[in-house]
């Protein structure tokens, strides 16, 4: 296998968001849990996306998991590697963007890497190395308030260079629309100066395309699913890839039981939540209750055994910034994060364990949580269900997946993914 593209994910639906955006794109791909195992078996593909849980993990540990990952890719004759973030930047001042990035650029000799959040698609532009979601900086957005790494700051310049080893600099909106010669012109003379990294302005489909073919002169570059995108036309467009049609037939029905787990705080998911309430039973798990030692998930796992005969069910975790707030002030930050994740995870396998094979699951972490329990080692991508969210099917057993980052999808993203789980 030689891979056009390598990609290394931050987060499980961060990787199911760009291997979705890179098949749009004509790209074959397939998203893996983790770095895989030597005799794991993949159909031939152009990219292959590693799902990595190290957003929120110490940056040493983070960075020892990105360079496996990269060195697996990079055995498999990957020409670019994509170090692939959230596009809300997600990280605190201890990492994990810098560290990683710096990492990665240095294994490859690079004395510089093009980064950018952007995916003007999903209203994340960037403008002057300011992150904007939608009309707003970042900062004045609902999404500044993750549970784990709150985002305080929208410039991007600023926020890169406080995790970072060496100084950072801006590739602005006007060298931008000048191509992708005066991209590349410009990383250089940002090398000369001992920058390390470039926070790259894009505003408007076209910049991702510009800035992925600048990308492509170089073996690693940072950023969300927007510049997969880019790189990902780039490659098609240069002829390096010949593009495919995206796979929408993974197989026949699997039937059976569905559920829904939602560890998402965000706004999003939480309207989604209530939304779900009119089409099936939804339980939302005690965080007291379940700090204090009580077996909540147990209760919540009989719950939805009692129920899910009868048609799909939905356990949630998530809870409102002020309620999120209360616990972690009273259990701490960390300790009621695991808590939480480790309740969902057993939730999981414990209802894939009697019979459930349509699993929709919102939220990074829990995600992660989940799909690290249930030990499913890779992915291939089917029909989005929203934009950034494909289905998912299991390649080593009968198993439907959505992971979704806790900002995507519509109103009714819940119902929406189980119609494409036949």
Not at 80 to 87: A, D, G, I, T
């Amino acid at each position: 296998m030689t891979l056009a593209l390598g990609c290394i994910a931050d987060d499980y639906t961060g990787a199911s968001d760009l291997a979705n955006t890179l098949t749009k794109a004509g790209l074959r791909t397939v998203q893996t849990i983790g770095v895989p195992a030597d005799d794991l078996a993949l159909p031939e593909v152009d990219a292959v996306v590693v799902s990595l849980k190290s957003r929120s993990i110490p940056a040493e540990e983070a960075v020892a998991r990105s360079r496996e990952a990269a060195s697996w890719l990079n055995a498999r004759g990957a020409g670019h590697l994509l170090f692939k973030v959230c596009s809300t930047f997600d990280s605190t001042d201890a990492g994990n963007i810098g560290p990683v990035t710096d990492a990665l650029r240095e294994d490859a000799g690079e004395a510089i890497a093009l980064v950018t959040p952007a995916f003007p698609e999903t209203a994340r532009t960037v403008y002057l190395g300011h992150l904007f979601v939608g009309a707003v900086p970042l900062h004045e957005s609902p999404l500044k308030d993750h549970p784990l790494n709150p985002m305080r700051d929208s410039n991007l310049v600023r926020v890169l260079a406080r995790q970072s080893r060496g100084p950072v600099g801006l590739l602005d909106l006007a060298t931008v629309a000048h191509g992708a010669e005066a991209v590349s012109a410009r990383l250089d003379a940002l090398a000369r100066e001992g920058k390390g990294a470039a926070i790259a302005d894009a505003v408007l489909d076209r910049d991702l395309a510009v800035l992925g073919a600048a990308a492509l002169t170089r073996k690693v570059s940072t950023g969300a699913s927007g510049l997969g995108l880019g790189l990902a036309r780039a490659l098609v467009a240069s002829g390096r890839v010949a593009p495919a049609a995206a796979d929408t037939d993974l197989g026949g029905p699997i039937g059976g039981p569905a559920a829904c787990l939602a560890g998402s705080c965000s706004q999003a998911t939480l309207g989604q939540i209530a939304r779900a309430e009119a089409a099936m039973p939804v339980r939302r798990l005690d965080p007291a209750r379940l700090l204090a030692g009580e077996d909540e998930a147990g209760a919540a796992l009989a719950w939805a055994m009692e129920r899910i005969g009868d048609g799909p069910v939905l356990i949630a975790s998530s809870a409102g910034p002020d309620d999120v707030a209360a616990v972690q002030a009273r259990y701490g930050r960390d300790e009621a994060g695991h808590a939480i994740e480790a309740a969902m995870a057993r939730i999981a396998e414990g209802l894939v364990a009697n019979g459930v094979r349509r699993l929709v699951v919102a939220g990074g972490e829990t995600s992660g949580a989940v799909v690290d329990r249930l030990g499913l080692p890779a992915f291939r991508v089917g029909p989005e269900i929203a934009p950034g969210v494909p289905v998912l099917r299991t390649t080593d057993r009968d198993m439907w997946l959505a992971l979704k980052s806790g900002n995507f999808g519509g109103p009714d993203f819940f119902t929406d993914a189980l119609k494409l789980m036949p």
